[in-house]
């Protein structure tokens, strides 16, 4: 959802769509990374070996498949490959609504022609991860803040073990911001690390009215705020 508003957002200022397309993708794939590098601190520093070889290993696959992705970019037969893939996957997911795919390797071309035509330097894809990681770390502190207000200790050994198991519900959640399904994930996961139930439930609660509840609001706020006043400067 957020990635379709972002998009038609980007349109409606004039954004051709294949860059708009290649930009979200490059987020999303830097957020990706930053995430499981966020993770994979925390799995090392709960002290779990488990936990923490699986995310690392993790870790080390998604920046491998970044970098072949990259490097298949910059090869004839690497991009042959690439839209290859692509011409199929959108033919697979265009057979639902019966829809014609007659261009579907067309788009796919002029996707991957935008994609390798961004050219990130050291420093903004270094700038690009860094953002990602404090978007997550301060996702990851709302809960541990939580904890702190109802006045239990933090399980810091698992705490980020806890937050992944709600980011983990929220991926196979098909409700928005993984509502109900993630409140349950994270309540049951901090109960087992120790908290009494109904504290758990409350850090939960307070956990996810600020970083759901509480910021999306803001951001519709805002964006009212904004939509106003841009009716007020066009009469």
Known sequence: MATGFAYQQFRKRGVDSELTSAALSVAGIVSTISFTVVVAVGAVLSGNPDAAAGTVGG????????????????????????????????????RIPHRSVRNGGTDVDAWLESVSAIHLGVGPLLGAVAYGAINWLGDAFCLVFAIMAIGDPVPWRSVFLVWLAGNGAASF??????????????????????????????????????????????????????AQRRIYAKS
């Open 59 to 94: 870790a080390l696959l998604v920046v491998a498949l970044f970098v072949l992705f990259v490097v298949s970019l910059r090869s004839s037969a690497g991009r042959a490959r690439l839209e290859g893939i692509g011409t199929r996957w959108i033919r697979f997911s265009r």
């Open 173 to 226: 959640s098909p409700a928005p911001a993984g509502i109900g399904v993630v409140d349950l994930a994270v309540i049951a996961v901090l109960t087992a690390s120790g908290l009494h139930g109904p504290r758990a439930v409350a850090a939960v609660l307070l956990y996810r009215i600020v970083a759901f509840k509480a910021i999306l609001t803001t951001a519709w706020l805002v964006q009212r705020a904004v």
